[in-house]
T-cell receptor, first 115, second 113 residues
Framework: DAGVIQSPRHEVTEMGQEVTLRCKPI?????LFWYRQTMMRGLELLIY????????DSGMPEDRFSAKMPNASFSTLKIQPSEPRDSAVYFC?????????????FGPGTRLTVT | AQKVTQAQTEISVVEKEDVTLDCVYE???????LFWYKQPPSGELVFLIR??????QNEISGRYSWNFQKSTSSFNFTITASQVVDSAVYFC??????????FGTGTRLQVFP
């Protein structure tokens, strides 16, 4: 079975440009999570969805960040405009049934570099 | 407030040594879940184990074992006869009340040949 799929795997962009990260969760999973990992702050949860509905976006750093989940098999995380401090690895994860206690399975991540 | 502490920032061992990674958690819930994830140099996060608060039985999977002790709020991870392929960052995480995982800061394990 395919795991969580993320694209692109690497993204280099200039400050001020719009960046869109994509995620396809594991089929049958109905919770989806977006994380950011940096050396300084470790792993941070940005937002998560259950049944395509955003449940908690308290980790989204600012209005420049937005996330959507139009259907059960696709989600995007958009940064507009991007800034150098957004450089990080962004992970998408999914879990089964949205119940607490279920393990999350992570995608390979997107390494974003903003110059 | 929930919190996960991995006090060991980095551990270095020589192959075949046993190594224990410590995890201490804080929670007010009586029902909670604990997890371990592995992040090898390639970068992906790999799920290793889940344990719920009602099950204090130790778990063994090959060279990996986990010791859950509610009395000390610890969920420690031991690798027996370590191998170079075990080199990675290991994260402990806690889930309580919601789907959110609270991660520790990770322990970097380096296994030298």
């Amino acid at each position: 079975d395919a795991g969580v799929i993320q694209s692109p795997r690497h993204e280099v962009t200039e400050m001020g440009q719009e960046v869109t990260l994509r995620c396809k969760p594991i089929s049958g999973h109905n919770s989806l999570f977006w994380y950011r990992q940096t050396m300084m702050r470790g792993l941070e949860l940005l937002i998560y969805f259950n049944n395509n509905v955003p449940i908690d976006d308290s980790g989204m750093p600012e209005d420049r960040f937005s996330a959507k989940m139009p259907n059960a098999s696709f989600s995007t995380l958009k940064i507009q405009p991007s800034e150098p401090r957004d450089s990080a690895v962004y992970f998408c994860a999914s879990s089964f049934n949205g119940r607490r206690g279920y393990e999350q399975y992570f995608g390979p991540g997107t390494r974003l570099t903003v110059t | 407030a929930q919190k996960v502490t991995q006090a060991q920032t980095e551990i270095s061992v020589v192959e075949k040594e046993d190594v224990t990674l410590d995890c201490v958690y804080e929670t007010r819930d009586t029902t909670y879940y604990l997890f371990w994830y592995k992040q090898p140099p390639s970068g992906e996060l790999v799920f290793l184990i889940r344990r719920n608060s009602f099950d204090e039985q130790n778990e063994i999977s090959g060279r990996y074992s986990w010791n859950f002790q509610k009395s000390t709020s610890s969920f420690n991870f031991t690798i027996t006869a370590s191998q170079v392929v075990d080199s990675a960052v290991y994260f402990c995480a806690l889930s309580e009340g919601t789907d959110k995982l609270i991660f520790g800061t990770g322990t970097r394990l380096q296994v030298f040949p």
